[in-house]
């Protein structure tokens, strides 16, 4: 059975850097889409960025030039680098992996990012 498990989150100043990890295990890894949520109290989750099994990456426009997403498929994992943060980015991280053979998105249980003013 698959799992995800999210890592890197914490409380960082506004304009500050900081790098989530997911790492993946009991998946075929490198035939997974692998995605990038974040919901805020409040809110409903909302995409942040995602890259395809072929390495093709997508962005919410809200993050385009601030985050960077890839995945390194020798060690199962996928980071999401998130430079000049705002207190708008703050809210709970998640990792998801879908592929077009199983129904469903396999989910992390997410890590907690809170920006500072």
């Known amino acids: 059975q698959g799992q995800l498990v999210e890592s890197g989150g914490g409380l960082v100043q506004a304009g500050g850097s900081l790098r989530l990890s997911c790492a993946a295990s009991?998946?075929?890894?490198?035939?997974?889409?692998m995605e990038w949520y974040r919901q805020a109290p409040g809110k409903q989750r909302e995409l942040v960025a995602s890259?395809?099994?072929?390495?093709?990456?997508n962005y919410a426009d809200s993050v385009k030039g601030r985050f960077a997403i890839s995945r390194d498929n020798a060690k199962n994992t996928v980071n999401l680098q998130m430079t000049s943060l705002k207190p708008d980015d703050s809210a709970v991280y998640y990792c998801?992996?879908?592929?077009?053979?199983?129904?469903?998105?396999?989910w992390g249980q997410g890590t907690q990012v809170t920006v500072s003013t």
């Open positions: 998801a992996a879908a592929t077009s053979n199983s129904p469903g998105r396999l």
């Open positions: 890259i395809t099994s072929r390495a093709r990456t």
């Open positions: 009991g998946i075929i890894f490198n035939i997974y889409d």
